[in-house]
Each structure stands twice: as C-alpha cells, then as structure tokens.
C-alpha cells in the first residue's frame, strides 16, 4: 500500500504517512465522511483556524511572535490567513452589493450630507480593488508600526509585516461576518462605520502592546507618536494636493471636484437654514 499524496510505501496498519503525515484513506468518500471532515476542519477547536481565530484575540503576541521566532505549525501562516481573509471580503462585498448597496456609501461618509455623489465614486473603486488595496495597506501599516518603534531592535520590517498581514486579516474576518449580521439586525450603516474605525484602532494598539510589552503610559506615548506621524502624512498629502491642484486648475478632473464640493457646501447650508427655520 502506497500513501496517496506522496507514494510512500506504507505497511497495512499504518494510519498515517511517515513522510508528509498525511492519514491514510482506506474508504470511499461518502457524504457522512465529507461532512465529517469538514466540521473536523473548520469547527475543530483543535485545528489551526479556529486556533489562530481564537488566539489571535486571546494572546496575538504567541500567534505573531510565535511564528516570526519559528513556530510554523501550530497556527495558520500569515499568508494563508490573509489569503483566507480576502476571500471572505470578496464574498462580503458582493453581499454588500446584492443586499445592502447603499451601506458602504453610509459607512464612508458617517452620516454627513451632501458628499454621497463623491463618495460612492470612491466606493466604487474600494470595491473594485479591494483585494489589492489590502495587499499595498499592508507595508503601509508595516512602514508606520516600524517608526512607531524607531527606537526599538526586537523587530525588523520584514517581521512588522507579518504583523500588519495577521492584524489585517484578523479584522478583515471578523468584521466582515459581523457587519453583514449587523446589518441584518437594522444597525446603521453610520454607526458601524464609526465603530470600526474605533475597533481597529483598538485591537492594532491591543496586539503592539502585547507583542512589545508595553505599559498603558508607553502605549498612550507610541499611540500618540502613531497620531503625530498620521498627522505628517495628511499635511504632505494635502501640500501635495493643493500644489496639484494649482498646477492643473482648469483640468476637467479638478473642475469636477470643485463643482462637487460647492454642492456639498450648498446642502449644508440649506440643512442648517432648514433647522433654523
């Protein structure tokens, strides 16, 4: 008898491949085998998903610092993981798309008036992209974690990496399951987008502190120095903007935002003459 993966020549009683420790199959598949072995896959509490699930919440310095230190079986690696996070995503957008098509346009504006026009164009292209968009965030988060940490040798880029794609895909799993049953339940689209931009922010503070055993004063410290560096990166953006903007003043693309921005001036002006009255 050979395994079945690899050729190995086995002996009758083995129950496993000595070389690729795959289990040996002496039956034939059935639909109670199938469904045997999916739930023993996926709803397993000793398998890798639901472990590294779990663990990413529980203990994320073990997950993460495990396998940059060279645990490599216990947890799902982070590229599978990510890989697994932006299939769930893709099937959260089209869902978005079927049932709620309006709710990313409302998560993106957070409730403010006048700018729907605007945005669902950038709606569009978020989810027309999103699997890409994703993969370019993640040395993005990795570059501004590592100078958060300027100061501090345990980890290098190449490891904050691992980071940002464990971090990323962890939230990208969970929010996308939990906004579709919010959403189900009537929840406002507003009012998720607000809560998950506050929840990202806490669990990528929650899993620094972990894997960098920081205090709650030096977390606050790094939090703040995050904020300073954001707060760089917006005014070299908006400089660079303002320059673009001056140098290509009567192209049809900035004419076009132009118009799109007094229209949103407009209805905010009407909404607060409409209170008044």
Same mark, same amino acid.
């Given at each position: 008898?050979?395994?079945?993966?690899?050729?190995?020549?086995?002996?009758?009683?083995?129950? *496993?491949?000595n070389i690729c420790?795959?289990?040996?199959i002496?039956?034939?598949?059935?639909?109670?085998s199938l469904f045997?072995?999916i739930t023993?896959t996926?709803f397993? &509490?000793?398998?890798?998903l639901l472990?590294?699930l779990i663990?990413?919440?529980?203990?994320p310095e !073990?997950?993460i610092g495990g &396998?940059i230190?060279?645990?490599?079986r216990r947890?799902?690696?982070p590229?599978?993981y990510?890989?697994l996070?932006l299939?769930v995503g893709? !099937?959260? /957008?089209?869902?978005?798309?079927?049932? *709620?098509p309006?709710?990313?346009?409302?998560?993106?504006?957070?409730?403010?008036?006048?700018?729907?026009?605007? @945005?669902i164009?950038?709606v569009?292209s978020?989810q027309e992209?999103?699997? !890409?968009? /994703?993969?370019?965030?993640i040395?993005l988060?990795a570059?501004?974690?590592?100078?958060?940490f300027?100061n501090?040798?345990?980890f290098?880029?190449t490891?904050h990496i691992v980071?940002a794609?464990y971090?990323?895909?962890?939230?990208?799993?969970?929010?996308?399951v939990?906004?579709i049953a919010?959403?189900?339940?009537q929840?406002?689209?507003?009012i998720?987008g607000t809560? #998950?931009?506050f929840l990202q922010?806490?669990?990528f503070a929650?899993?620094?502190?972990?894997? &960098?055993?920081?205090?709650?004063s030096?977390?606050?410290?790094?939090?703040?120095?995050?904020?300073?560096? /954001?707060l760089a990166i917006i005014?070299?953006?908006? @400089?660079l903007? *303002?320059?673009?903007?001056m140098?290509?003043k $009567? #192209?049809?693309?900035i004419q076009q935002?132009s118009e799109s921005?007094?229209a @949103?001036?407009?209805?905010?002006?009407?909404?607060v $003459?409409?209170i008044?009255?």
């Amino acid at each position: 008898m050979n395994c079945k993966n690899c050729n190995t020549e086995l002996s009758t009683i083995s129950e *496993f491949c000595n070389i690729c420790g795959g289990k040996v199959i002496r039956n034939r598949l059935t639909f109670k085998s199938l469904f045997e072995h999916i739930t023993e896959t996926f709803f397993n &509490y000793d398998n890798k998903l639901l472990r590294t699930l779990i663990d990413l919440f529980k203990k994320p310095e !073990i997950v993460i610092g495990g &396998y940059i230190k060279g645990v490599r079986r216990r947890y799902v690696d982070p590229i599978s993981y990510l890989a697994l996070a932006l299939t769930v995503g893709g !099937i959260y /957008m089209i869902v978005l798309n079927k049932f *709620f098509p309006n709710a990313m346009t409302e998560m993106s504006t957070m409730g403010v008036e006048g700018q729907q026009e605007t @945005t669902i164009k950038m709606v569009n292209s978020i989810q027309e992209y999103y699997s !890409i968009l /994703m993969v370019l965030f993640i040395p993005l988060y990795a570059l501004l974690s590592r100078l958060v940490f300027i100061n501090r040798k345990e980890f290098n880029f190449t490891e904050h990496i691992v980071m940002a794609m464990y971090i990323m895909a962890q939230l990208s799993l969970v929010s996308s399951v939990l906004n579709i049953a919010l959403l189900v339940l009537q929840i406002p689209s507003s009012i998720l987008g607000t809560a #998950s931009i506050f929840l990202q922010m806490v669990y990528f503070a929650y899993c620094y502190k972990r894997l &960098y055993k920081l205090s709650f004063s030096g977390l606050i410290l790094r939090t703040l120095f995050f904020f300073g560096i /954001m707060l760089a990166i917006i005014i070299v953006i908006i @400089t660079l903007g *303002f320059l673009m903007a001056m140098l290509f003043k $009567d #192209s049809a693309f900035i004419q076009q935002i132009s118009e799109s921005q007094k229209a @949103t001036i407009e209805t905010q002006k009407a909404a607060v $003459d409409s209170i008044s009255n």
